[in-house]
């Protein structure tokens, strides 16, 4: 049987060295097994596909009957490994703490831990800049804001 901690020690052993990091693991009811992983400059496509075929072998005959699908994270994804805080640090992002509030600001000193989000505010023409640190277990989300300025 496939199990999520399976496929998580695949991937693992497969990226070891490469710069890749994992980013998640997902399977479904269906059979469906997604595998998302990043790196600081970003994946290629070669990377997923070399990853998908090393996965596949792994499982062979044994796997039953599934369907591998390895990608990067999408843009709208929040973020969920200190990994990914650490390659977006000093970008535009929402928080969305557990008590739902909604902040939007810079994302800045990332550590194993947590981060810093420095937020601006405008009142007429007076603007004062603010610097609040979350500890990642104190945020429901973190999610990049693309912009194309």
Same mark, same amino acid.
Request: contains cysteine; aromatic residues 4%; glycine residues 8%.
């Given at each position: 049987?496939?199990?999520?901690?399976? /496929?998580?020690?695949? =991937?693992?052993?497969?990226? =070891?060295?490469? $710069? /890749?990091?994992?980013? *998640? %693991?997902?399977?479904?009811?269906? $059979?469906?097994?997604? %595998?998302?992983? *990043?790196?600081? +400059?970003? %994946?290629?496509?070669?990377?997923? =596909?070399?990853?998908?075929?090393?996965?596949?072998?792994?499982?062979?005959?044994?796997?039953? *009957?599934?369907?591998?699908?390895?990608?990067?994270?999408?843009?709208?994804?929040?973020?969920?490994?200190?990994?990914? @805080?650490?390659?977006?640090?000093?970008?535009?992002?929402?928080?969305?703490?557990? +008590?739902?509030?909604?902040?939007?600001?810079?994302?800045?000193?990332?550590?194993?831990?947590?981060?810093?989000?420095?937020?601006?505010?405008?009142?007429?023409? +007076?603007?004062?800049?603010? %610097?609040?640190?979350?500890?990642? +277990?104190?945020?429901?989300?973190?999610?990049? /804001? /693309?912009? @194309?300025?």
């Amino acid at each position: 049987m496939i199990t999520k901690d399976h /496929i998580r020690k695949l =991937a693992q052993e497969h990226i =070891a060295g490469t $710069g /890749i990091f994992l980013v *998640d %693991v997902r399977l479904s009811s269906t $059979g469906r097994i997604t %595998v998302l992983i *990043d790196r600081p +400059e970003g %994946v290629t496509i070669d990377d997923c =596909a070399m990853l998908s075929r090393q996965i596949s072998n792994d499982l062979g005959e044994d796997g039953g *009957d599934f369907e591998l699908n390895v990608s990067s994270p999408g843009l709208d994804m929040p973020l969920l490994v200190p990994e990914q @805080f650490r390659k977006n640090e000093g970008r535009m992002v929402e928080v969305i703490t557990h +008590e739902g509030d909604r902040l939007k600001g810079v994302m800045m000193n990332v550590t194993l831990g947590g981060f810093d989000l420095k937020s601006e505010t405008r009142i007429k023409k +007076e603007v004062t800049e603010t %610097v609040r640190s979350f500890n990642f +277990e104190d945020v429901k989300s973190v999610k990049v /804001i /693309i912009s @194309f300025k």
